[in-house]
């Protein structure tokens, strides 16, 4: 692997999952006990309905939107408050692993890498197995040059649950290890894992998804840091809960476990996430280790970044349903609605950027008969609670830049929501693994519609009146347009050129 200096994926891991001083545990603990007061005061004065309700409907609408917020600021204090951090367990055996490499049309130069680590692992009798969905003659090569198992199917159903369940009858090792095709993997990724495995009740052990290409990618490092809040402190939670799912990547299976619910799910665009409810429901459990033991690409440019969110989107409200169906116990029932209904969040966001806009085009306003002032010695604490615990249990890592990002990409969750009401089915995208050298104005045009609405709407405001209730719709309006257009520019700007490691990648490539 030293061969190879120009891949991002050997440089030094920048992000440590687990914060140093006090645990996420104490410190969302201690901001419960200031979150409590702050939601008593401020939905206290809320939903006293005579004298708070503006126009009705619009009120309404507020309401709802607020208690989903509100239902999802307590589920992250309450997963967060239940932190547990597991230490490496080595084997104390040697056993066989099967190591996965699912691929599909991806640049054999990103797989090499994958492979060489992979035959690599230290800790267990490694089989290391390229999955080749897209009957490529270079992944054969491949496979030959590093001495790894190949295997190849005829039938290209189910995507890469589809491609991992017919790799399931062609081996047989007791444990099963699953790196996506840019995932390379540490040497000692089974020897920190493979000992939870001694519990036979086990089904998995996952570990993060870390992107190793944030230094230079503007998408990349923004992807990377909603990424770190979800493996860092809520996978820890989740794991106290014993309700930590599958992710597909970065995870050992005990091939038992996959057996007996029939491999993964087929119907699903997050195989994964419906393959742990299952696996919860036959009374398996699960385990996380929060440390970063393979190193992968993230999205590097909008168009792959929106592909992907749109695809765990569909996939995690499609298996809203089946959580509610699924005979767990209620606190993993909980866990798996609560990460299914965060897809809903661009609602909320959709709905809050509505309200200047109705009021400056003459319409009503959700809450009546108040000044700015009033409202925001109100929703303040509650609101700067909510962000402080965000922060407090990233360590820092969960960004602005994450946030407008997730901002400006809100019409994903309401068209993931419109599809998957309708029932109409998507198709499994790969992540695109090199951005596009060209700017993306397409791949935000529905946040650039909404900037344009709010643009429009705060001309027509101030040129019918300029009183303070004008100013203050124009002020939160404002406030939604920076966040916006933050979360846009990334699509907008000139691509910067391709960093020295990239094009010595490309000669070697070629």
């Given at each position: ?80 408050a239940n932190e547990i951090v597991r ?347 090199q951005g596009a050298q060209a700017r ?71």
């Open positions: 692997m030293s061969s190879r200096p120009w891949d991002v994926r050997l440089r030094r891991v920048t992000w440590q999952p687990v914060p140093k001083g006090v645990s996420v545990r104490t410190r969302v603990r201690i901001l419960i006990a200031l979150g409590i007061p702050a939601v008593v005061w401020y939905f206290g004065w809320l939903l006293n309905v005579p004298a708070r309700a503006g126009t009705p409907y619009l009120y309404g609408i507020l309401i709802v939107a607020e208690l989903f917020n509100l239902m999802q600021a307590l589920g992250f204090w309450w997963t967060c230490p490496r367990r080595p084997p104390t055996q040697r056993v066989a692993v099967d190591v996965f490499i699912p691929v599909y049309k991806e640049p054999p130069e990103i797989v090499d890498l994958t492979v060489a680590a992979a035959t690599g692992l230290r800790g267990a009798e490694v089989r290391v197995w390229i999955l080749d969905d897209g009957n490529d003659d270079a992944m054969r090569d491949l496979a030959q040059r590093y001495g790894v198992g190949y295997i190849r199917r005829a039938e290209h159903s189910g995507a890469k649950a589809g491609n991992i369940n017919h790799a399931l009858t062609k081996t047989d090792a007791p444990f099963i290890a699953v790196f996506d095709s840019d995932h390379v993997a540490d040497p000692e990724f089974l020897e920190a894992t493979l000992g939870y495995m001694d519990d036979p009740n086990i089904a998995f052990v996952q570990t993060p998804q870390y992107y190793a290409n944030i230094e230079h990618n503007r998408i990349a490092a923004a992807s990377m840091s909603q990424q770190a809040l979800f493996f860092g402190a809520i996978c820890r939670g989740k794991d106290g809960l014993g309700a930590v799912f599958c992710c597909g990547t970065c995870v050992l299976f005990r091939r038992t476990a996959f057996e007996s619910v029939g491999g993964f799910p087929t119907n699903s665009l997050t195989e994964d996430f419906e393959l742990s409810i299952h696996l919860h429901e036959k009374g398996w459990s699960s385990a996380y280790v929060s440390e970063v033991l393979a190193r992968g690409i993230g999205p590097e440019d909008t168009a792959a970044y929106v592909s992907q969110q749109q695809r765990w989107a569909r996939g995690c409200l499609s298996g809203v349903p089946r959580a509610f169906r699924a005979k767990l116990p209620l606190k993993l029932k909980m866990q798996y609605l609560l990460s299914g209904l965060y897809f809903l969040s661009g609602w909320t966001v959709l709905i809050y950027m509505s309200f200047p806009v109705i009021r400056l085009l003459g319409g009503g306003q959700p809450i009546g008969h108040i000044d700015a002032p009033t409202f925001l010695v109100h929703f303040v604490p509650y609101y700067a609670i909510a962000l402080t615990t965000a922060a407090l249990a990233g360590a820092g890592s969960y960004t602005f830049a994450a946030f407008a990002l997730s901002s400006a990409n809100f019409w994903i969750h309401i068209l993931s929501t419109i599809y998957t009401v309708l029932r109409r089915s998507g198709s499994f995208v790969v992540t695109p693994k993306q104005p397409r791949a935000v045009m529905p946040a650039l519609a909404a900037v344009g609405i709010l643009v429009l709407a705060c001309i027509y405001g101030l040129a019918r009146n300029t009183n303070a209730a004008t100013i203050n719709n124009v002020s939160f309006a404002a406030v939604h347009i920076s966040i916006l257009m933050a979360g846009c520019w990334a699509a907008l700007e000139k691509p910067p050129a391709p960093a020295p490691e990239a094009l010595e990648a490309a000669e070697v490539a070629a």
